[in-house]
């Protein structure tokens, strides 16, 4: 994980992003690429003839509370010991990072800022979606769902520089799906990487997700595929994805679809 994307903005998630950032960068001796992005489309308005405009004194506002973000992105950087690039966007939010991330190693974000699942699904990058407190490294315990699809695959492939240092990593089965990639195959693979995982088939009680949620309970980061199922239809029954990107317990995840 030599290259990292980070957005900083004005939320309060921002620092421990960085810190985040900062964390794998230093491990991996990676590179951190900021990017502060002021989407212009927020700034149109439409007047009762049909047509647009910007609402300038709004936007110029924005760019210069974004400039003040990305001067103090800067400054904690700057004695940091690790290399890295502020950069400044005015494309919307989730093109702006899938644009950027076309040569990351890893894109990180908040779990609540609305952008995690957007770009698990946009961007080729996996997505290190952390809470308003960094995740710090080495990852004490860590814990991969596997379901045996493509998406968790992905994820756990996307993983591995984060699991190898690890005090203990759990395979997390939930029994039911058939004609799933086989656990013991993904054990294997891990165990190519020097990883060692204990492996855990848990009964499902009541939904997926919720008997997931129990398994991985006290552990520090979660390493699964994203939406296996389509957006819409977790949307509108659930789903393990938007389950976990709303779940406010939820360790640190690692996405990859």
């Not at 060692?196 to 499902?204: M, P, S």
């Not at 991985?216 to 977790?234: F, P």
């Not at 779940?247 to 640190?252: C, G, L, M, S, T």
Request: hydrophobic share 45%.
């Amino acid at each position: 994980m030599r290259s990292i994307l980070v957005n900083a903005d004005r939320t309060p998630g921002s620092n421990a992003r960085i810190e985040t950032a900062l964390e794998i960068a230093r491990r991996h001796g990676g590179h951190i690429t900021v990017l502060v992005d002021t989407p212009v489309s927020r700034y149109i308005a439409m007047d009762p003839m049909g047509g647009s405009y910007v609402i300038s004194d709004a936007l110029d506002k924005a760019r210069a509370d974004d400039d003040a973000v990305a001067d103090a992105a800067e400054a904690h950087l700057a004695d940091a010991g690790v290399p890295f690039e502020v950069v400044r966007c005015e494309d919307d939010p989730v093109t702006a990072f899938a644009y950027a991330a076309r040569l990351s190693d890893l894109i990180v974000v908040s779990r609540s800022g609305g952008l995690a699942g957007d770009l698990a699904l946009r961007a080729r990058a996996p997505v290190l979606a952390v809470s308003d407190s960094p995740l710090r490294l080495p990852v004490g315990s860590a814990c991969i769902g596997w379901d045996g699809g493509e998406q968790a695959a992905a994820a756990l492939r996307a993983a591995v520089p984060l699991l190898a240092s690890c005090s203990s990593v759990r395979l997390v089965c939930v029994v039911g799906k058939e004609g799933a990639f086989p656990a013991a195959d993904a054990l294997r693979y891990l165990r190519r990487h020097g990883i060692g995982a204990d492996l855990e088939e848990h009964q499902r009680q009541q939904s997926t997700q919720e008997t997931l949620a129990q398994a991985v309970r006290g552990a520090d980061l979660l390493v699964m595929g994203a939406y296996g199922k389509s957006r819409v239809r977790e949307f509108l029954f659930g789903g393990v994805t938007e389950f976990f990107l709303n779940e406010d317990a939820a360790p640190a995840l690692l996405l990859a679809h």
